[in-house]
């Protein structure tokens, strides 16, 4: 079974910038499409952003579209979202998600079956 962890998250300021790490337990991680989402306070988890097996596609949700970045090196397990320019609407909890092997990527980062445990990321001053 595919265990990923998040790390990285922690209390932010508004402007500022943090990068999560989610390590995946797999031999092979380039065959995995991987997402980020997060769940703000009351609200349902959002997909924000997620990245193809071999990084030649990624997709963004509009609310972080040119503050976040995502990307992955698949020779250390590991899928990194930056954050930056952040401000109290990014608060949540962050998390990793793969989807099934050699699964295509949607554009709406969905189908994702694989689940970290979260990364709680405040915004505030």
């Known amino acids: 079974q595919l265990q990923l962890v998040e790390t990285g998250g922690g209390l932010a300021q508004p402007g500022g910038s943090l990068t999560l790490s989610c390590e995946a337990s797999?031999?092979?991680?380039?065959?995995?499409?991987i997402g980020w989402f997060r769940q703000a306070p009351g609200k349902a988890r959002e997909g924000i952003s997620c990245?193809?097996?071999?990084?030649?596609?990624?997709h963004y949700a509009d609310s972080v579209k040119g503050r976040f970045t995502i990307s992955r090196d698949n020779a250390k397990n590991t899928v990194y979202l930056q954050l930056n320019i952040l401000n109290p609407e990014d608060t949540g909890v962050y998390f990793c998600?793969?989807?099934?092997?050699?699964?295509?990527?949607?554009?709406?980062?969905?189908?994702?079956?694989?689940w970290g445990q979260g990364a709680p990321v405040p915004v505030s001053e």
């Open positions: 990245i193809s097996g071999g990084s030649s596609m990624t």
């Open positions: 797999v031999f092979t991680l380039d065959s995995y499409s």
């Open positions: 998600a793969a989807a099934a092997p050699f699964r295509e990527l949607s554009s709406s980062c969905s189908q994702f079956i694989y």
